[in-house]
């Protein structure tokens, strides 16, 4: 099985491109909803977060909003939040990898919006960054509910230049135009990927040493 990694910067159409490969047939591992899940009721992120961060557990829950005021340019607050949440995100991609693995689907997807900046591509055959024009990206971003210029540029600060995450992906997928161009670039480098698949991947118990 060979584990195909999706990044992308914030309003670079990224969910977009989930639900494309989905509609491929891809199995896909959500970041983003993983964490959801961690700090939901229940969640086994939640106490740590409320000892790291009083306030912020309403009714057995991590507020995402109040959470979000106390690390939001705090580089100090946001390591700690992910040295909570790192661990815990990693943990759920393995059990998702392991499974695809027993289901010998031939290709995974890692949906991770910082999969360079934590290391996550470490784990992956191949990246494939999503991409969009500065001023697409910007418009997409501003129209969001409650979203201000100075959010949007924390947010930023936080991420690697897409140029960056460009530069080190192996297949980059331009957004920009209509959904139908993303589409075909998409669906292209599926069939490139399972056609390594098929030739043999790495095992199984490789791609998880490299997991760290």
């Known amino acids: 099985m060979l584990v195909l990694g999706l990044t992308g910067s914030i309003g670079m159409g990224k969910s ?5 490969l989905r509609r491929l047939g891809l199995p ?5 909803a993983a964490v959801h899940r961690l700090m939901a009721r229940g969640g086994t992120a939640v106490a ?3 000892q790291a961060f009083p306030g912020v557990v309403v009714e057995g829950a991590v507020d995402r909003g109040r959470l979000g005021a106390k690390v939001l340019g705090d580089p100090a607050a946001l390591r700690r939040l992910e040295a909570i949440l790192h661990p815990l995100a990693r943990a759920s991609a393995r059990a998702f990898l392991a499974k695809q ?10 949906d991770i919006p910082l999969l360079f900046e934590t290391g996550g591509e470490k784990i992956c055959d191949a990246v494939v960054v999503v991409s969009a024009p500065a001023a697409t ?3 997409r971003v501003m129209a969001r509910p409650g979203m201000t210029e100075k959010r949007f540029q924390a947010i930023l600060a936080q991420q690697m230049p897409d140029a960056e995450k460009r530069r080190r992906a192996d297949f980059v997928v331009q957004s920009g135009l209509d959904k139908a161009h993303a589409l075909q670039q998409l669906r292209t480098i599926v069939t490139v990927m399972k056609a390594r698949a098929a030739r043999g991947g790495p ?3 490789k791609l998880f040493g490299r997991y760290s």
């Open 101 to 110: 693995a027993r289901l010998r689907r031939p290709l995974a997807v890692l």
């Open 203 to 205: 095992p199984l118990h």
């Open 137 to 139: 990206q910007h418009a």
């Open 16 to 20: 977009t491109a989930v639900a494309m």
């Open 28 to 32: 896909v591992h959500d970041a983003d």
């Open 48 to 50: 740590a977060v409320d």
